[in-house]
């Protein structure tokens, strides 16, 4: 389960101390003295190393804890050879699009092409794939199998299960399946991802990392951390309460607002799975549809 921040030990490679800039080459890291990466970050954003840019964010929490981080920064995706620019990582690849969906950063709400990018030097645009999460991460499977590969950012924490995709006019399933990733993490990543970081470096099997909140992974059918844990349909989770309806903006004369709407009761469509009414939400397991 997860840990506090500051509690772990540091990783042994914390005597290398502060780099100026995480490295974003092997001549940056060779300056360093470091013969490799512990993680890698792959991202679509321009490297900006401030707090407001989650590659910096996140790689800078991992130096703190002792681990040498480098940068991937806005690759040229079309082929695997820009993933291996700091060679093999000891531990993985952290995958992200950057602090936007890729998609959103390069279209407009018409799906027009943008003419510019926020998070690009010089607001150039075409400096990323669509779908930046899934290109990258396969890039990265390609440039070394075996080496695990993280997934997260708003991309993946949006796609993590069957979502509406704007673009497509589709619903598509969770980004998992397409990416090939071994873990995600959403949202605010930072406590799940130390504590992955540190039990891989103790040299824990990726597969073996199922108890921690906040992550996704694919599992076989049936498959639970524990027998302590209910499975919940994600269909059937947060359902909404009562919803009140609009009061009309524009109504020339005040009216009283109408009753509000009754709360659907769903039955559990589930008839294999006992779940009481009010289940704790840290012991849940959700099941994507
Ligand atoms: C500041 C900001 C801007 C600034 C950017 C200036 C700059 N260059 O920094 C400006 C004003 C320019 C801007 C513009 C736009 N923005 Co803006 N912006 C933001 C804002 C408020 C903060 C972004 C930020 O700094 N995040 C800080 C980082 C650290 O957070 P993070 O990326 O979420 O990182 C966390 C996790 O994702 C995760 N994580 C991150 N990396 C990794 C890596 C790994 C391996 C893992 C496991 C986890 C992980 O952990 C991190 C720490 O907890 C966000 C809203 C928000 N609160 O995030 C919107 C937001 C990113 N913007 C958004 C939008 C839509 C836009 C515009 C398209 C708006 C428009 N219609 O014009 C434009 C972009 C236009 C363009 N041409 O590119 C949306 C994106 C929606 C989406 N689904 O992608 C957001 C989310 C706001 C929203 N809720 O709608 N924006």
Request: glycine fraction near 6%; proline fraction near 9%; aromatic fraction near 8%.
């Amino acid at each position: 389960m997860t840990q506090p921040l500051f509690s772990h030990r540091k990783h042994w490679a914390a005597r290398f101390g502060t780099a100026p800039f995480l490295p974003m080459s092997r001549a940056e890291m060779t300056a360093l003295g470091w013969d490799a990466c512990d993680v890698i970050l792959v991202t679509g954003d321009a490297y900006l190393d401030h707090p407001s840019f989650g590659m910096a964010l996140i790689g800078r929490m991992l130096e703190a804890q002792g681990y040498r981080v480098g940068i991937i920064s806005q690759p040229d995706w079309h082929s695997a050879d820009a993933f291996r620019a700091l060679g093999q990582p000891t531990l993985y690849f952290g995958v992200t699009a950057g602090n936007m969906d890729s998609m959103v950063n390069r279209y407009t709400a018409d799906r027009k092409v943008r003419s510019d990018d926020a998070y690009t030097a010089h607001a150039e645009p075409n400096k990323r794939p669509d779908r930046a999460v899934t290109v990258y991460a396969q890039r990265c499977r390609e440039a070394y199998p075996g080496t695990p590969v993280i997934i997260g950012s708003i991309e993946a924490s949006l796609r993590r299960i069957a979502h509406y995709d704007y673009w497509s006019d589709t619903v598509r399933r969770s980004v998992l399946p397409d990416s090939k990733a071994d873990l995600l993490i959403f949202g605010n990543a930072e406590r799940a991802l130390l504590d992955v970081t540190h039990r891989l470096a103790k040299g824990e099997k990726i597969g073996d990392i199922r108890d921690l909140r906040g992550t996704g992974f694919m599992v076989p059918r049936d498959w639970k951390p524990d027998e302590t844990w209910i499975e919940a349909l994600s269909t059937e989770l947060d359902t909404p309460g009562a919803i009140d309806t609009h009061v009309d903006p524009y109504a020339m004369s005040p009216s009283s607002p109408p009753p509000p709407r009754r709360r659907r009761k769903v039955p559990h469509p589930c008839a294999s799975c006992r779940r009481p009414s009010a289940s704790p939400r840290a012991r849940n397991c959700a099941r994507a549809p």
